[in-house]
């Protein structure tokens, strides 16, 4: 019987915890990653995920989510959704409907207040402080306004080898209204297979999505790399290609599981995140930027 999961950041641990042991006790894969991103998108402590999330340039909290099932490629996403408790679980409902499964702004928090999805103020006095400080900064001292970004992306196998994904992120902290990264687009910022396995990005999401990074590295798993072998090809070689032909490149970190239980990262950062299976309780480790 095999199970296991993968988290973004040291913050996904006790989320994948929870979720670990959902599936340990008969739950599936999608329970757990919303189980595991509610956790997060709930602790207002973590400035980049739900309530405590840092707001964008005009004050208010803006989230992007998605979830995926790897076993039927339903995919639901909201982009800029704001005032809504649990952007995860909008999404995984949106990710029942064939139609219109993808929202943004006031018609997504609409779909979910209409859906009975708790409505909430997901600024907290704290996200405020630091907004507000930060913007002085900038005034004062011609600062770049990005910084303070992670998305939480969770990837699951449960014992019936059905797998998902998910995405929860405030995104750029001061980002433009309506601006939107990679953890709502599909292929980006996640996906997944239940038939190889599934990817999840944190980082500059404008970068990320110009390499299509978390299907291509389930597509290469499919070719039968490890995910390890297929995050190493998938996203190195793209960095050293925006470092030559756009010039720059962005942070950004990517995470893989497989359907056998196997997990890979590639980062050009110092990266921690959260994984466990079934012989592993989880646990937080750490990655240096690889090349
Ligand atoms: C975005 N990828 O909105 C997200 C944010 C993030 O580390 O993960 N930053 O671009």
Redesign the pocket.
């Given at each position: 019987m095999t199970f296991a999961m993968i988290g973004t950041w040291r913050m996904a641990y006790e989320g994948l915890s929870k979720g670990m042991e959902l599936m340990k006790n008969g739950g599936n894969s999608s329970d757990a990653v919303e189980t595991a991103i509610k956790e997060v998108e709930d602790y207002p402590f973590f400035k980049?995920v739900g309530y405590g999330g840092l707001p964008n340039a005009n004050g208010l909290v803006e989230m992007?989510s998605a979830f995926m099932d790897g076993d039927t490629f339903a995919v639901g996403a909201v982009a800029g959704i704001s005032d809504i408790k649990n952007p995860i679980s909008v999404s995984r409902k949106l990710s029942k409907e064939h139609f219109n499964s993808f929202l943004v702004g006031s018609g997504a928090s609409e779909y979910a207040v209409l859906n009975g999805f708790e409505r909430k103020s997901m600024l907290t006095a704290r996200a405020k402080k630091i907004w507000e400080k930060r913007k002085r900064e900038i005034a004062q001292e011609n600062l770049s306004p990005y910084d303070g970004?992670?998305?939480v992306g969770m990837i699951s196998l449960d014992p019936k080898c059905s797998m998902a994904v998910g995405t929860s992120?405030s995104?750029?902290f001061m980002k433009k209204p309506g601006r939107t990264?990679?953890?709502a687009l599909v292929g980006d910022?996640f996906y997944c297979d239940s038939e190889i396995g599934g990817a999840a990005?944190?980082?500059?999401?404008?970068d990320?999505m110009k390499g299509c990074l978390c299907y291509e590295i389930v597509r290469l798993m499919g070719t039968g790399l490890t995910p390890q072998a297929a995050c190493d090809k998938a996203v190195y070689p793209f960095i050293d290609k925006l470092k030559k032909r756009y010039g720059k490149v962005g942070?950004f970190s990517l995470v893989a599981l497989n359907n056998k239980g196997e997990w890979g990262v590639a980062t050009n950062v110092e990266f921690t995140f959260a994984a466990g299976d079934n012989k592993n309780a989880p646990k937080i480790m750490m990655a240096n930027p690889g090349e």
């Open positions: 980049s992007d970004h992670d998305t992120t995104g750029l990264g990679d953890s910022g990005a944190t980082g500059l999401g404008e990320i942070e």
